[in-house]
């Protein structure tokens, strides 16, 4: 897996106005983004930093203006990109009439202008980076980029949650469980006062009951979620309801096993929350950090899920 969605080659005149605000975008639609601001410090080889940026991204955002189009060292990064064919165009100050007397080959790519608004340009790449390869599997490509462009929108979790019930098997790929008839998997399980998004345990033939129960809560999909978690009072709400929950089942356990068959006292509970930080940042060890002090309990962004409805869509439906 590359370390970077993209990597966003802009001449130095378009940074704050453009470059920049882009890049802010795409953080919150989810996408990791390489832009030099944030990759390369005093003391690195300009020349290697960007050729790593290249080398692992998925692909290539190309801010083209004026400026660009009269670039030495953009142009070498476009040929770059070019090679790979990974060339995602926005046009900035310019038009196809423009582009044509630069690069025809180029002013063949459809592109989107930056006159959309930031937030707009944002989605519509999240949502192309997000395509499937494989256009095999119809049904499950067209589920991949309707979740994508619920992410890149940042859906509420009502909406989240009934879109992963109705297309369970994106939640039970990233749990790595298959569900059979005697299996379980519920939605919307209510727990004496709390409330359990998605459930899920396995049947045990050899012992006869189910086992390995995994709860689901889901969360806010704020892009910068850990950025900052102090600040985060929806990702507060979500862990709180699992703690609850898990402090409910200790104390209540006959009730829990009349809604949940062989239910144990503790349960291992994922909170879907966020984004996927972007390598490298201090978000990704505030995540981890944070992992580190929750006991049955796992934070995982909703790019987990995504992953997993990408695989279903390029073929990888082995459950």
Known sequence: MKQWDVFLSHAS????????????ALRRAGVRVWLDK????????????????????????????????????????LDALWALDVVLPVWHGIDKKTLMKYSPLL??????STTEGMDVVAQTIAVRLFKPHDDSQESFSQIARDFAVLLARAATVSELVGFVAEHPKILTRSLGVYVDSEDLFR???????????????????SIGRLSDYQFVLFGPVDASLFDDVRASTGLDITLKRAKDIGNWLQSNM????EVLRDVPTAV????VAGRRPQPGSP??????NLN??????????????????LSLADGGDDQ
């Open 13 to 24: 005149e378009d940074k704050q106005s453009v470059a920049l605000p882009l890049t802010e």
């Open 38 to 77: 944030f990759q390369i410090e005093i003391g690195d080889s300009l020349r290697q930093k960007i050729d790593q940026g290249l080398a692992n991204s998925r692909f290539g955002v190309a801010i083209l203006s004026q400026a660009f189009l009269t670039k030495h060292w953009t142009g070498s990064e």
């Open 107 to 112: 002013a063949g790519k459809v592109g989107i």
């Open 187 to 205: 939605v919307a399980v209510l727990l004496g006062p709390n409330l359990v998004d998605f459930c899920t345990a396995s049947f045990q033939p």
């Open 254 to 257: 006959a009730t829990a096993r």
């Open 268 to 271: 291992l509970t994922k909170v």
């Open 283 to 288: 978000a990704v060890r505030t995540l981890q």
């Open 292 to 309: 580190d002090d929750l006991i049955r309990i796992q934070v995982r962004t909703y790019d987990w899920l995504l992953d997993s409805a």
